[in-house]
């Protein structure tokens, strides 16, 4: 990829990321000195009709590439600077969510445009514009942390499991014993881990650098992944009660962690009170709750599951109950040293969704405006979304996705094992192998259709509670630890299912949900073996490198190469700048132009690889299959 015209809504482009209805945000685009552009435009939407302004030249590159550092400097310091000219132009925010492209001006009379997906000959649609709004992100602590997803029945017990009855869907389970890979049973299989049991391991999770500790569902329920919540006033015994999350929340707050809770809003269990209630009553209120075909015997569950039947959000008193305000479903955990920290929405995406009725976003408004108001504006929402969400986000409702799309899916693809035989996304299909260029179109398409801050806000993840292990997936762990160097480089926050970390296995998202052996990790940090041992230093490395390296939280991205086997992008801000390579294959060559890199020589963080000045430019060489992190000195660019 050579250098070419750049813009993303990082820090470096705009000068606020959240404006108030009718400021005037200066944005910037950096154009190639060798692009053939003379001149630059915005072109925005006011109320749907078109505005274009011109923008000034602020810095001019130097014509001729690359300058080297300037001769006579002995402080080490190499301020050599790359050949492009710096153009701003004013964006009046007129509409809570503006987008904007910029025209590229030709010195012969023409123009292209460019645009999210990059430069553009052809015309091209408005959805892959820039975007910024009004509306805030999700708060600094989660874009600039690190995620561990716990499924509370297989992380840790304490010692008062043992002494808990389990109802009578609960199936008693050795632990260590292997999940069942599907059916009815798999969701029955108690273990025994419990909330006191995660307290005692909260030491472990923020010495490997983790922030946030996410729990799928604790409420009362008819199984053990808790999705069919038989109760929202309590949590579930077998977890400990209330006192116990509130223990846990209080010893994570001390410890300078967050904690967010799992909660569906699509659905409850057929054992609900509410449902029981409207099965019992016909002139209940509850019965409004739910949606019938034919009442009582008939009606809608998700995907067709009796045990789940469907909420109904035409229901006011619904509304009432479960997401509006403090006394809420939503709002009741929420708050304080013993409360939680925010919310991760289960299927998100079909919640208020059924036939001609479409509810979302109604929804999705009021709970944040729910997890706003209890937590001061600090508190986190994040929508859980297996495809693609562009339609539901940037409107002030979910602050971010678990970004299957956008990340996920084409890390999966481009890693995973070419002889797999594991379900691609329930569509029966494996998952088959697909080139690099084909991860790099994908990433920036998805990319292309938030605002940066909700792309800054996405929870990526390598695999979670609903998927198989990551290392199931991809056979190879030379590559796991690829998929893992990205994860951690990637724009967004890096959210990991407990166990990744040692090396867990899974098939399915059953099967993966498996118990931890803390037995054979005691003391050592991985006696299971040596391969467990280096997983996990590699994540406790990387989440270290994340912590110390800001533009890999909050810098932008520019893509710089791409093949079937390696790509390459740049996170950088006004201080940093961090190059990502990543390779599949050993011994694989990038060359990446001069003008990503400028003069001064890269300096390899992580990873096994070396560079090579050859007379057509800087090659980045990796000995073997994985990332290498490299930081690159600072360019001249203009301050605010």
């Not at 991860?439 to 998805?446: L, T």
Request: aromatic share 10%; with cysteine.
């Amino acid at each position: 990829m050579a250098l070419s015209p750049h813009h993303d809504g990082s820090e470096l482009y705009v000068s606020c990321s959240t404006p108030r209805l009718g400021d005037v945000v200066r944005v910037r685009v950096r154009i190639p000195v060798d692009a053939a552009y003379d001149a630059v435009r915005i072109r925005s939407t006011y109320d749907a009709d078109i505005h274009v302004e011109s923008a000034a030249r602020i810095m001019e590159g130097p014509r001729g590439g690359v300058v080297a550092a300037r001769a006579g400097t002995d402080d080490g310091v190499n301020d050599g600077f790359v050949a492009e000219d710096w153009y701003e132009a004013p964006l009046l925010v007129h509409n809570p969510v503006t987008r904007y492209r910029f025209m590229l001006m030709r010195a012969d009379g023409g123009f292209d445009w460019l645009n999210a997906t990059g430069v553009h000959r052809s015309e091209v649609s408005d959805s892959d514009d820039f975007i910024i709004t009004t509306f805030t992100g999700s708060p600094s602590w989660n874009v600039d942390g690190a995620v561990y997803q716990i499924f509370p029945d297989r992380f840790c017990a304490s010692g008062k499991s043992a002494s808990r009855n389990p109802p009578p869907w609960a199936i008693p389970t050795a632990w260590g014993v292997t999940p069942l890979a599907r059916g009815e049973g798999s969701g029955r299989q108690w273990y025994g881990g419990d909330l006191d049991g995660i307290r005692s391991r909260l030491d472990y999770i923020r010495d490997l650098g983790f922030t946030t500790v996410y729990l799928t569902p604790f409420f009362t329920a008819g199984s053990v992944h808790r999705y069919d919540a038989s109760t929202f006033r309590h949590v579930d015994p077998l977890l400990g009660g209330d006192e116990a999350l509130a223990s846990l929340a209080r010893e994570c707050h001390g410890k300078g962690l967050r904690l967010v809770g799992d909660l569906t809003l699509n659905h409850t269990g057929s054992g609900h009170e509410w449902f029981r209630r409207a099965l019992a009553d016909p002139d209940s209120p509850e019965r409004k709750f739910y949606m019938w075909r034919s009442y009582p015997d008939d009606y809608v569950a998700w995907m067709g599951v009796p045990s789940l039947p469907k909420l109904d959000w035409s229901s006011r008193e619904l509304r009432e109950r479960m997401i509006d305000g403090p006394d809420s479903v939503v709002g009741r955990w929420l708050g304080g040293s013993d409360g939680l920290d925010g919310w991760r929405i289960d299927v998100a995406n079909q919640t208020g969704r059924y036939g001609a009725d479409d509810l979302n976003l109604q929804v999705a408004r009021s709970v944040r405006e729910t997890v706003d108001g209890c937590t001061g504006g600090d508190g986190v929402l994040i929508a859980e979304h297996m495809h693609d969400p562009q339609n539901d986000l940037d409107v002030n409702g979910w602050q971010g996705v678990m970004n299957y799309a956008g990340f996920s899916r084409p890390i999966w693809t481009w890693l995973c094992d070419p002889g797999n035989t594991i379900d691609y996304m329930g569509l029966g299909v494996n998952f088959c192998r697909r080139r690099g260029v084909d991860a790099v179109s994908s990433m920036r398409e998805f990319l292309a259709h938030v605002s940066w801050k909700t792309a800054l806000s996405h929870w990526n993840n390598l695999d979670s509670h609903d998927t198989a292990r990551i290392a199931t997936l991809i056979g190879d762990e030379r590559l796991v630890a690829v998929a893992v160097g990205l994860l951690m480089a990637f724009p967004g926050v890096p959210m990991v299912f407990a166990g990744d970390e040692c090396g867990a296995v899974g098939s399915t998202g059953e099967e993966s949900r498996v118990s931890m052996d803390w037995e054979s990790m005691e003391g050592t940090h991985g006696t299971q073996g040596t391969h467990g041992i280096a997983v996990m230093e590699t994540y406790r490395r990387l989440l270290g490198l994340r912590r110390a390296c800001p533009a890999l939280r909050s810098g932008g991205l520019r893509w710089a190469y791409a093949d079937d086997d390696s790509f390459a992008f740049l996170r950088e801000d006004a201080d940093d700048r961090i190059l990502v390579t990543a390779s599949r294959t050993d011994g694989r060559r990038m060359r990446i132009d001069s003008g990503y890199i400028g003069s001064g020589r890269p300096r390899l963080l992580y990873g096994d690889g070396h560079v090579e000045d050859l007379p057509e430019g800087r090659v980045f060489v990796h000995d073997r299959a994985s990332v290498c992190l490299w930081r690159l000195d600072p360019l001249p660019v203009p301050h605010w």
